[in-house]
Nanobody
Framework: QVPLVESGGGLVQAGGSLRLSCAASERTFRFNMGWFRQAPGKQREFVAA????????YYADSVKGRFAISRDNAKNTMYLQMNGLKPEDTAAYYCARDPRVGAPPSPSQMPYDYWGQGTQVTVSS
């Protein structure tokens, strides 16, 4: 059973919007979660993170004000609402779980142990 499954990617014009989803089992989901992305030829980078309760969020400067991370713990699903998309947002987007208890949402990849398979977002100019 795959612990995390992303969906919602696609092709969109610059300025458009997409909403990504990350579905998990209940046991996998009761932790801080994060979104990362990797563009071709580039290293994977942090996008956003959210605490297990949803009360604390953290964003990369490049997406602040355009993207919004949220979660529905009743549905074991995390979301990334992406507005004002730019061609430089083109990448494979991954959700991941941070298993640390009591820690704030992390922009570092180090603590994340489970990763999804990724969903492709392509923004045309």
């Amino acid at each position: 059973q795959v612990p995390l499954v992303e969906s919602g990617g696609g092709l969109v014009q610059a300025g458009g919007s997409l909403r990504l989803s990350c579905a998990a089992s209940e046991r996998t989901f009761r932790f801080n979660m994060g979104w990362f992305r990797q563009a071709p030829g580039k290293q994977r980078e942090f996008v956003a993170a959210i605490s297990w309760s949803g009360g604390s969020t953290y964003y990369a400067d490049s997406v602040k004000g355009r993207f919004a991370i949220s979660r529905d713990n009743a549905k074991n699903t995390m979301y990334l609402q992406m507005n004002g998309l730019k061609p430089e947002d083109t990448a494979a987007y991954y959700c991941a779980r941070d298993p640390r208890v009591g820690a704030p949402p992390s922009p570092s990849q180090m603590p994340y142990d489970y990763w999804g398979q990724g969903t492709q977002v392509t923004v045309s100019s």
